[in-house]
C-alpha cells in the first residue's frame, strides 16, 4: 500500500486500488477506542439518467435513495441487526451525488466490515419488500416537506436551473416512487454498485493489511464498465428570479443563491471549492463589514450564513437565514460583492479570514466523518482533500475578487422566501 | 479517566480532561442556574448579550477579529438544560497548539477573552448597552419562535411543557416568549451580577495542555469574577406519575402528524431503564423501530428516549394522520412486550452491545465528554463511564422487568393538520 505523510496537518494515509477497481483509504487514529468504515459509491440523487449496456435508461426520482433503504434486507434478515448485535451503530444517507454506508464501533470491527462490504455488494430484494418500503420513505418525504429549511433550499435550487439534474429531489416524491420495482433497484446497483464505482475509508486504529485482505475476500473479484450519466444541459442563466411561498414557520426565511459556473474536475475543483468558501467569509462571513452592519441593523440574526456547493454541471453560491427583509438583504450582498469585486479590498481582514479557514480546516478533520466523506468527495471529483494548505496557500486576494465580480450578481441570483401563514395572509389582503 | 475536578474560586470548579489525540481544544465555562419560568429567559440571555463586546472589544468586529487572529478559535454562547438545571455560558474551541504555525499558544490568550465576556461587559449607565439588549432579546424569541418551525421539536417540545406543567422541567431551556418580551435592561444586568457572584460556575477543559497551564491560564483570566456567597447546585425532583391519562393536540397546516408519548418512571435503577428503553425504541433495532416502521410501515422515525435526571420516557414519531390510532396501539403494545420480558436473546444482546459501545467510545469526542462531565456534576452523578458500562454488563432481564414495569403512560400530544 502507498503510504503518504502530511506533516503539516498531522495525518498518514494508506491508499491502495484493488484489481477490482475499489480505492481503499485508510487512515489510522492511534489512541482512539472507535473504527469507523465509510463505503460509497459515486451514485445519488442527480443520477437519475444513465447508459447500461449500451442503452439509455430514464429512472423515476428518489430510485438512489430508495435502493439505500433497500440495501439492508439481506437474504437471512437484516443487516442493521446484524451489526448491532456487535454494538456497532450502522447508518447510511444520499447525497446528490453520492450514497455512503458505514458504521461506527469499538468492538468487533473486522466482523463488522465483513457485514458493511457485504450487504452493500449483494442486494436481495422481493416485490413484497420494496412495496412495503414505499409508506416508510413517503413518511420520510413528508416529514421532509414540512421542514422549512429543505423546502427553502430546494425551491432556490429548482428556481436556479431549468435542466441539471441536482434539481431533482433526492428523495423524490410521494408520486416518483410508486413507480420503483425490484427489477429498477436491481438494475441500478447493477450498474453503480461495482467495486470500480466505489471507495472504502478507514478511519481508526487498523491494521491497514487487514483491511485491504478483507476487501478483497469480501467484494466481487471484478469491476464493471463507466456509466455515462446525462445531468442535462444547463442554460447560463437562471429559470426563476424570485420564489416565495408560505408555510408553519415563526419568522420569514430567506436564501439568496448565486448560480456559478462549475469548475472542471481534479485540482481546479478543489481549488474552486476553497475560492468560493473563502470569497463567502469576505462578503459575508460573521467577522465581515456587511455581516456587522446588517446584525446591527437587525435586518439579520445568529442564523445568517453561506456556503459555497459543487455539483457536477452546478455551482451555486449562496446565503441567507432569518430576515424580515430578505429583499435588502440580498441587495446589500450583491452591491458589497461589487464593491470587494471593483477593488475595494480589505487585505488585513483577508490575512485574518485565511487564518480562521486554515484553523478551521484542520480542527475539522478531528471527526472521523468529515475525514472520511471529504475523502471520497475528493476522491469522486479528483483531488486530495489533505493537500489543502498548499492549494490554499496559491489563492490570491485576485481569485476572491474575480469570483464575487463574475459570480455574485442581479442576473445570477434567485431569491427563495418562506413567509409566515398569517403574514401572507395579511399581504393578500 | 483520570479526570478531577478540583476548586479553583469561591464556587468555582475545574475539571480537567487530559487529551493528547485531538486537534482542537476545548474550553467551557457554565454557570449554572435553578430551572424556573420566571428566570430562564433571563439567563438564555445574558451569554448572548455578553457575547456581543467587551470594554476591550467593544463590538462584534473588534471580537472577530481577535478570534480570526487566534486560528478562527470559537466562542460560542451556549445554554442547556440538564435536569431542572439550566446552564448558561460559553464553550471556546480551538486548533491545538500543536498544530499553530509558528508555536503561537492558544490556550491563554483564548481563556483571557473567555474571562473578558464574563467579567467585562461593554456597559452605559451601570448597565448592558440598550442597542446590545434589544438587539439580543429580538434575536431570542425569533429562536424561541422558530422551535415551531421543526414539527418534531416542537411536537417534542409541547409534550414537555404539558406533561412537566408546573414543575421546573417544562420550562423551555430558552425561557418563554411573554417572559423573555418582558424583560428590562437594568433588571437583566442585575441578574448578571447575581449570577457572577453567587451562582455555581464549573470550568471544564479538554485538551493536550497540562492541568497546571489550564490553572495558570485561568486564575489570569477569571481573576476579576467577584464572588460572594455561592448558591448550591440545584437539584432535579422525579416526575410524579398522573392519575389519569392527558390528551393534548394541537392543529397546523403540515402534511404529517407528530405524534408524542410521555411516560412517568417509577424506578431509579437506571442501567435497567437504559437497558429498557435501548431495547424498545432507544436504537435501529428496537423494537418501535422493528415494528411501528418495519413491520407495519407507519412511519419513517419511531423513537424513544430516557431521561435519567427527570425520570421519564419519552416516544416520538411522525405518521400519517389517520395513522393515529394504529400507531398508538403498537407503541403501546410494544411497551408491554418489554414489561414482559417478551424479547429475543439477539435484543437483549444488541441493546448491551450498543450502550456499551457509546460509553466506550465518549473518550474519542470531546463535545460528549465536556456533555457528560458537566451534566454528572450538575446532577450529583458519579459513575464513570468505565462504572456505568461495568453495570450494563452485569444488569439481569430480571431488573429490566422490573424497572420498566413502573414506566406507565402519562400524557399523549397529537400535532395533526388543519383540514384532519
Not at chain 1, 443520477?47 to 434486507?73: S, V
Not at chain 1, 475595494?344 to 472520511?372: C, K
Not at chain 2, 473578558?116 to 452605559?124: A, H, I, M, N, R
Request: proline fraction near 4%; include cysteine; aromatic fraction near 10%.
Amino acid at each position: 500500500m502507498n503510504v503518504t505523510q502530511y506533516d503539516r496537518i498531522g495525518e498518514r494515509v494508506y491508499r491502495k486500488k484493488l484489481d477490482n477497481g475499489l480505492e481503499l483509504r485508510i487512515v489510522p487514529r492511534p489512541g482512539y477506542v472507535r473504527k469507523y468504515a465509510f463505503f460509497a459509491t459515486r451514485y445519488g440523487g442527480m443520477d437519475t439518467r444513465f447508459q447500461l449496456n449500451g442503452q439509455w435508461l430514464d429512472t423515476p426520482a428518489g430510485i438512489a435513495h430508495y435502493l439505500e433503504h433497500k440495501m439492508f434486507d439481506t437474504e437471512d434478515g437484516n443487516a442493521l441487526q446484524e451489526l448491532a448485535k456487535n454494538g456497532a451503530e450502522p447508518n447510511a444517507f444520499t447525497s446528490n451525488a453520492m450514497t455512503g454506508y458505514y458504521f461506527d464501533s469499538t468492538s468487533h470491527f473486522e466482523e463488522n466490515l465483513r457485514i458493511l462490504l457485504s450487504f452493500v455488494s449483494v442486494p436481495y430484494f422481493t416485490k413484497e419488500s420494496v412495496d412495503k418500503e414505499q409508506g416508510i420513505i413517503a413518511q420520510e418525504i413528508r416529514m421532509i416537506e414540512d421542514n422549512p429549511d429543505w423546502q427553502i433550499y430546494h425551491r432556490m435550487v429548482q428556481g436556479m436551473y431549468a435542466n441539471n439534474t441536482a434539481r431533482t429531489a433526492i428523495a423524490g416524491s410521494v408520486e416518483s416512487i410508486r413507480d420503483i420495482t425490484a427489477e429498477t433497484l436491481y438494475r441500478c446497483h447493477e450498474a453503480f454498485y461495482t467495486p470500480s464505482n466505489m471507495i472504502l475509508t478507514v478511519v481508526g486504529d487498523v491494521e491497514p493489511g487487514r483491511v485491504e485482505e478483507i476487501a478483497v475476500e469480501i467484494l466481487p473479484k471484478r469491476g464493471g464498465a463507466a456509466v455515462p450519466r446525462d445531468y442535462g444541459q444547463e442554460p447560463e442563466g437562471v429559470a426563476t428570479h424570485e420564489l416565495k411561498r408560505s408555510m408553519e414557520v415563526a419568522t420569514p426565511q430567506f436564501l439568496a443563491g448565486f448560480k456559478c459556473r462549475p469548475p472542471e474536475a481534479g485540482a481546479a475543483w478543489f481549488r474552486n471549492a476553497l475560492v468560493g468558501e473563502l470569497a463567502s467569509d469576505m462578503l459575508l462571513g460573521e467577522s465581515s463589514p456587511l455581516y456587522l452592519k446588517l446584525y446591527d441593523d437587525g435586518l439579520i440574526n445568529a442564523t445568517f450564513g453561506g456556503d459555497y456547493e459543487l455539483l457536477p454541471g452546478y455551482a451555486c453560491f449562496y446565503a441567507g437565514g432569518d430576515s424580515r427583509d430578505a429583499r435588502a438583504v440580498t441587495d446589500a450582498i450583491i452591491q458589497e460583492a461589487a464593491r470587494i469585486g471593483g477593488g475595494q479590498f480589505d487585505t488585513s481582514l483577508y490575512d485574518r479570514l485565511r487564518r480562521t479557514m486554515y484553523g478551521e480546516y484542520v480542527r475539522s478533520f478531528n471527526s472521523f466523518e468529515t475525514m472520511a466523506v471529504s475523502m471520497t468527495e475528493g476522491y469522486f471529483h479528483g483531488y486530495d482533500p489533505f493537500l489543502f494548505p498548499e492549494v490554499f496557500e496559491s489563492i490570491t486576494p485576485e481569485d476572491i475578487r474575480a469570483f464575487l465580480r463574475d459570480n455574485v450578481t442581479p442576473e445570477r441570483c434567485v431569491l427563495s422566501e418562506i413567509v409566515p401563514i398569517d403574514a401572507d395572509a395579511e399581504e393578500s389582503a | 479517566m483520570n479526570n478531577i475536578r478540583k476548586p479553583v474560586a469561591e464556587g468555582v470548579y475545574l475539571t480537567c480532561l487530559p487529551a493528547q489525540k485531538f486537534k482542537t481544544g476545548v474550553l467551557s465555562a457554565q454557570f449554572i442556574a435553578p430551572l424556573s419560568a420566571e428566570t430562564a429567559g433571563a439567563v438564555a440571555l445574558i451569554p448572548s448579550v455578553l457575547r456581543r463586546g467587551t470594554a476591550k472589544s467593544p463590538d462584534m468586529g473588534l471580537l472577530s477579529a481577535r478570534l480570526d487572529n487566534l486560528y478562527g478559535a470559537r466562542i460560542d454562547d451556549t445554554v442547556r438544560k440538564l435536569g431542572e438545571c439550566q446552564c448558561a455560558g460559553f464553550v471556546a474551541s480551538f486548533l491545538d497548539d500543536r498544530f499553530v504555525p509558528g508555536g503561537e499558544r492558544l490556550l491563554e490568550p483564548v481563556a483571557d477573552l473567555m474571562g473578558e465576556l464574563f467579567c467585562q461587559p461593554v456597559t452605559e449607565n451601570g448597565a448592558f448597552l440598550p442597542a446590545y439588549f434589544e438587539s439580543e432579546k429580538a434575536n431570542l424569541l425569533d429562536a424561541i419562535g422558530s422551535i415551531r418551525n421543526d414539527k418534531r421539536l416542537w411536537a417534542g417540545r409541547r409534550l414537555l411543557s404539558e406533561m412537566c406543567a408546573g414543575e421546573p422541567y417544562g420550562v423551555s431551556r430558552l425561557g418563554e416568549e411573554a417572559d423573555v418580551e418582558a424583560l428590562q435592561v437594568t433588571e437583566l444586568y442585575g441578574r448578571y451580577r447575581d449570577m457572577l457572584q453567587s451562582m455555581p460556575l464549573e470550568i471544564i477543559y479538554c485538551g493536550s495542555a497540562s492541568e497546571e497551564e489550564v490553572e495558570h491560564a485561568l486564575r489570569g483570566a477569571f481573576a476579576g469574577l467577584p464572588r460572594a456567597d455561592v448558591r448550591p447546585i440545584p437539584g432535579t425532583t422525579r416526575h410524579p406519575s398522573r392519575a389519569d391519562v392527558l390528551h393534548v393536540s394541537d392543529a397546523m397546516d403540515v402534511t404529517q402528524g407528530k405524534l408524542e408519548l410521555g411516560f412517568s418512571v417509577g424506578s431509579d435503577d437506571y442501567v435497567a431503564l437504559l437497558m429498557g428503553n435501548s431495547m424498545f425504541g432507544g436504537s435501529s433495532n428496537s423494537k418501535l423501530f422493528m415494528n411501528v416502521r418495519e413491520k407495519l410501515s407507519l412511519c419513517y422515525y419511531a423513537s424513544s428516549s430516557y431521561y435519567r435526571r427527570k425520570g421519564i420516557i419519552t416516544v416520538s414519531s411522525g405518521i400519517e394522520f389517520d395513522h393515529y390510532q394504529a400507531a398508538f396501539d403498537e407503541i403501546t403494545r410494544q411497551l408491554e412486550m418489554v414489561q414482559n420480558g417478551d424479547w429475543e436473546d439477539w435484543e437483549i444482546d444488541s441493546a448491551r452491545s450498543i450502550l456499551i459501545n457509546s460509553y466506550a467510545s465518549l473518550g474519542d469526542a470531546q463535545g460528549k465528554l465536556e456533555n457528560y462531565n458537566l451534566s454528572c456534576t450538575v446532577t450529583d452523578f458519579h459513575d464513570t463511564p468505565e462504572e456505568v458500562m461495568g453495570q450494563i454488563r452485569a444488569v439481569t432481564p430480571e431488573r429490566i422487568i422490573e424497572a420498566m414495569r413502573t414506566v406507565k403512560l402519562d400524557t399523549v400530544y397529537f400535532l395533526k393538520g388543519k383540514e384532519a
